[in-house]
């Protein structure tokens, strides 16, 4: 395709979205969908729509970025912000909690939030959440809070039966959980996005820096930084832990989280007017976004996510298969030593566990992480071969091995792990996750 790097060029202008880190394959078969849908055969006279039409570009954008994810994902960062919420408003009664959700996809992430502060004991008036993604088609199925089955996987979902109704083989949301996540498109590249907005306590923002160049990465941390309160915190995906510490954010030291606090003596710049002028759009504003019946099933791919779709960490409990059974006690314990921040201790138990019961996909699997916690990425890229060595369907090892990949430039090696994990998605088990 000979216009192929102008039409990358101009989805990277828009959204961040890297031809070097998603590989040039990815976008010759979304733009060759499009090109199919509006019947097409000549690429430069494509390339003229994509140029001249912003409807063109968005239906090109709802291709290539269609995440992965399901409730409770990231259960670490979900729970410890329940925590701290509870403890904040036990000191100050009055706060209300803000929390900012993006890329938040198809809602399972600010809905798990919503309900894991409700579980916490906090009212709904004390806390809200906005939620932005670059996708209309992810935030209508969020809107609409039906799911299919692959939205909810692991083995904790108790929280399903007390805040969701089963209707005709999927999931309702209640109203009480949706009535607290106010969902809005929004693209962190566009220049006005943020820029008025009142400060955050929590930050979602995971596994989307590392699909972004060097530049675009500072950018962007900037522009959170500016938009968090002086104790807020930020949460990011295990492999841009580095692209967070520096002279204005240190870790703040809650185990497989990964959460960033600002530095005490630093001081976020200012951001410059028209900070990154690298896409044009009109200040979000957080309005209902209506849900289209006919959006509620789109085909399923998992595509490397640029400006706002995500591939996050993946830390919640996964069920034993019969050829690798679990030592739980062992393990439980060392996930509890590893939420403290004794590493060392949780890894000896990991160790212990597979001496006992033998190799365990779990076991190397929470190796994984917390090596990822510690910051060394080739033992936590290691072991998360060793439970797909066990277990090669074992979708949260897939998962993190592509963020690793993708955050070391190998984007042909993260592309084969997200292509793994796209195939254990059934078909028929909805379309949300």
Wanted: include cysteine.
């Amino acid at each position: 395709m000979k216009s192929l790097q102008a039409i990358a060029d101009k989805l990277k202008a828009a959204m961040g979205l890297d031809m070097a880190t998603v590989g040039a394959s990815l976008i010759e078969r979304v733009v060759r969908e499009r090109m199919a849908v509006l019947e097409m055969e000549d690429d430069a006279l494509y390339l003229s729509l994509l140029l001249s039409s912003a409807a063109e570009l968005q239906a090109l954008i709802e291709l290539a970025v269609v995440p992965e994810t399901w409730f409770f994902r990231d259960r670490e960062a979900i729970l410890a912000v329940a925590r701290l919420a509870s403890d904040k408003l036990a000191a100050q009664p009055a706060a209300v909690i803000r929390i900012l959700s993006l890329p938040c996809s198809t809602g399972e992430e600010p809905y798990s939030l919503a309900m894991a502060l409700l579980d916490a004991g906090l009212a709904p008036g004390q806390f809200v959440i906005d939620a932005y993604d670059i996708r209309t088609r992810s935030l209508e199925i969020a809107a609409a809070g039906l799911y299919g089955r692959n939205s909810f996987r692991g083995q904790e979902l108790a929280f399903r039966d007390r805040h969701f109704d089963l209707e005709q083989g999927q999931w309702r949301l209640h109203e009480r959980i949706r009535s607290q996540v106010r969902f809005a498109p929004g693209n962190l590249l566009a220049p006005d996005f943020l820029r008025h907005s009142q400060p955050y306590d929590f930050i979602f923002c995971r596994n989307v820096l590392i699909y972004f160049e060097r530049d675009v990465q500072r950018q962007v941390v900037q522009l959170l930084a500016s938009v968090m309160k002086p104790d807020a915190l930020i949460f990011v995906g295990p492999a841009e832990g580095g692209i967070l510490l520096g002279p204005t954010m240190e870790s703040a030291g809650i185990a497989l989280a990964f959460g960033f606090r600002k530095r005490v003596a630093a001081a976020v710049p200012p951001l410059p007017p028209a900070w990154a002028p690298l896409a044009q759009a009109a200040p979000p504003t957080l309005t209902p976004v209506r849900p289209d019946a006919a959006h509620r099933a789109p085909a399923r791919r998992i595509v490397a996510s640029a400006a706002l779709g995500a591939v996050g960490t993946a830390t919640a409990a996964r069920p034993a298969s019969p050829a690798t059974a679990l030592p739980a006690g062992l393990l439980e314990r060392a996930r509890a030593l590893a939420d403290q921040g004794q590493f060392a201790q949780a890894g000896e138990l990991c160790e212990q566990a597979v001496q006992q019961h033998g190799p365990s996909a779990e076991a190397f699997y929470l190796q994984g992480l917390i090596h990822d916690a510690g910051g060394q990425q080739e033992l936590a890229q290691r072991c998360y071969r060793k439970a797909l060595y066990l277990e090669p369907e074992h979708q949260a090892a897939l998962l993190q091995l592509a963020a690793l990949l993708q955050a070391q430039g190998d984007a042909s090696g993260a592309q084969r792990m997200r292509q793994r994990a796209e195939r254990m998605a059934k078909p028929g088990e909805g379309a949300h996750g």
